[in-house]
């Protein structure tokens, strides 16, 4: 055999123990990484639900100067709340579909026309901690 029929017999590709040894390893990192975002789970549905409200308090107190009217957010029960503006339209948020197990406490919210209100506090909590809102008496919404 000559030396240039040699190197023509090369092979690519892997061996079937190689394929079976990357799957082994892959199957170990994803069983370990979907453990680690289940226990993320709680604590990422309890930050996503605080924003929410958050933007709806913010969004209630643009309204109440924009239509140069109070907005109310009266609470429902402990996962929902209603947004009035003056004496019209009431829409309801719900916080339990898009984040389950997630509680809301709070006394109502009301926005005067200048968009100031009474200082309150929001508590929103599940099985990963507490979060807390605050709104100023000058209408600031902070979460804590």
Known sequence: MTPALKTMN???????????????????VS???IFNYRAWIPGI???GATRQVMSDLVAARMSSVKE??????????N???????????????????DFPGTTLSFTGVLFSSRGTTSP???TLQNSSGIKTITIAITGRVKIN
Do not use: C
């Open 79 to 97: 996962h929902s709340y209603s947004v009035t503006v003056g004496s019209g339209t009431s829409s309801i948020k719900d916080l339990q579909p």
């Open 68 to 77: 140069n009217a109070s907005v109310a957010v009266m609470h429902l029960s």
């Open 120 to 122: 309150r506090t929001l």
């Open 10 to 28: 090369t092979r690519f590709g892997f061996t079937l123990y190689e394929v079976i040894v990357v799957m082994a390893i892959i199957a170990i």
């Open 45 to 47: 549905r309890l930050n």
């Open 31 to 33: 069983a370990i990484s």
